[in-house]
C-alpha cells in the first residue's frame, strides 16, 4: 500500500480542522501521512467528539473498516489535529490494484484490522491510563507535545484533569 501511494499519489494539504474522512460519508481515498497528525473521532451521545485514535507522520490514513473493505459510510470522522500534508490516492483505486496484484490480500488486511481493534480493546482492561499515556509517548515521543491534552485525554478515556495529574506524577 505503502509503495503505490508512494508511486501513485497526490501531495495534499489539509488545515487544522480539516476533515480528511467525514463520517456518514464513504471515504475517498488512502494514503500516508507526510507532515503533521490525524485524529480519529467519533461522535458521542452528548455531541461531542471522542477521539478513538491518531495517525501521525509516516503512518497510512483510511478508514479501513467502514470505507475500506466494505465501501459503506464511515462511523468516524478523521480530522486534521494540525496542519498536515497527505500523499493520497483514490481508495477505489488501490481496492482495485489489490484485488489484481495481490488476490486474497483484502481479507488478510481485514483480519489484521479486526486483531488490531480487539487488542486496542483489551487494552482498555488490562493497562490503566498511566500505561496507556506512557506506551503513547513511547511510541510517538515527537508528536506528543503537539497533540492537546483534550484528544489525548479523550482517546485514554480520562478527563483532561486526570490527565494532567497523571503527567505531574509522571514528571516528579
Not at 507526510?34 to 501521525?56: E, I, M, Q, R
Not at 506506551?135 to 492537546?148: H, R
Request: net charge positive.
Amino acid at each position: 500500500m505503502r509503495g503505490y501511494c508512494m508511486a501513485n499519489g497526490k501531495s495534499v494539504r489539509y488545515a487544522k480542522g480539516d476533515r480528511f474522512v467525514e463520517e456518514g460519508q464513504i471515504g475517498r481515498y488512502v494514503g500516508f501521512v507526510t507532515s503533521g497528525y490525524f485524529k480519529y473521532c467519533v461522535l458521542t451521545a452528548k455531541g461531542d467528539y471522542a477521539v478513538t485514535g491518531f495517525t501521525f507522520k509516516d503512518e497510512c490514513i483510511v478508514d479501513f473498516t467502514q470505507s475500506f473493505l466494505f465501501d459503506k459510510p464511515s462511523k468516524i470522522s478523521i480530522v486534521a489535529g494540525c496542519n498536515a500534508e497527505v500523499l493520497q490516492v483514490p481508495l477505489k483505486q488501490l481496492r482495485d490494484y489489490i484485488s489484481e496484484a495481490v488476490p486474497g490480500l483484502i481479507s488478510h488486511i481485514s483480519a489484521v484490522c479486526l486483531e488490531e481493534a480487539y487488542s486496542r480493546y483489551l487494552r482498555l482492561y488490562q493497562k490503566t491510563p498511566t500505561e496507556r499515556y506512557l506506551e503513547l509517548v513511547e511510541k510517538y515521543p515527537e508528536f506528543i507535545e503537539q497533540v492537546t491534552l483534550r484528544d489525548i485525554a479523550s482517546y485514554l478515556l480520562v478527563t483532561p484533569i486526570y490527565l494532567s495529574r497523571i503527567r505531574k506524577k509522571l514528571g516528579k
